[in-house]
T-cell receptor
């Protein structure tokens, strides 16, 4: 197992376009999280899944954002009609339910909206 | 007032020094605490995970939680230039949605 994998690593898009990011968590992890991080700030929670169920969404997740985890394995995060304010690092993390386990983060997808 | 406060630094120390990194928080419901290290343009790497109050040690790292003061610390002993990174604290009430601090930039000088 190579950890949490995110693709693409970088994405440059024009304002108004749609983008989709993919996250492959550690295989035995049943929880998957999406966070967003801007320069000089800590990651901000967006949403999380337990298996295929989306259990919580942040107020940051506007209706232009949608996340799925169709079979409880990989997840996608889609941003529709991108805005310049969406430029950030999008981080995916996974963990096991229960016990004293922290998250394992991926390397992130850096989005630049021009 | 932000939910989690952390001095952004930068903090510069000589190699071999003991480093103390701190966070304060306002939500008394927080009981799960994490420390992450993040190198530039990389994802955060988990260093320590603690539950409730007390100390936890792992190699050169010691995490302390004082829930009565709403204050957590990470100590790094025998600091190395490779420890130069941004250190993020994170905390949660139920172990799921973690709130992160803005991070402290640490520079360990050879």
């Amino acid at each position: 197992d190579t950890g949490v994998s995110q693709n693409p690593r970088h994405k440059i898009t024009k304002r108004g376009q749609n983008v989709t990011f993919r996250c492959d968590p550690i295989s035995e992890h049943n929880r998957l999280y999406w966070y967003r991080q801007t320069l000089g700030q800590g990651p901000e929670f967006l949403t999380y899944f337990q298996n295929e169920a989306q259990l919580e969404k942040s107020r940051l997740l506007s209706d232009r954002f949608s996340a799925e985890r169709p079979k409880g394995s990989f997840s996608t995060l889609e941003i529709q009609r991108t805005e310049q304010g969406d430029s950030a690092m999008y981080l995916c993390a996974s963990s096991l339910v229960g016990g004293n386990y922290g998250y394992t983060f991926g390397s992130g997808t850096r989005l630049t909206v021009v | 007032q932000k939910e989690v406060e952390q001095d952004p630094g930068p903090l510069s120390v000589p190699e071999g020094a003991i480093v103390s990194l701190n966070c304060t928080y306002s939500n008394s419901a927080f009981q799960y605490f994490m420390w992450y290290r993040q190198y530039s343009r990389k994802g955060p790497e988990l260093l320590m995970y603690t539950y409730s109050s007390g100390n936890k040690e792992d190699g050169r790292f010691t995490a302390q939680v004082d829930k009565s003061s709403k204050y957590i610390s990470l100590f790094i002993r025998d600091s190395q230039p490779s420890d130069s990174a941004t250190y993020l604290c994170a905390m949660s009430a139920y172990g799921q949605n973690f709130v992160f601090g803005p991070g402290t930039r640490l520079s360990v000088l050879p």
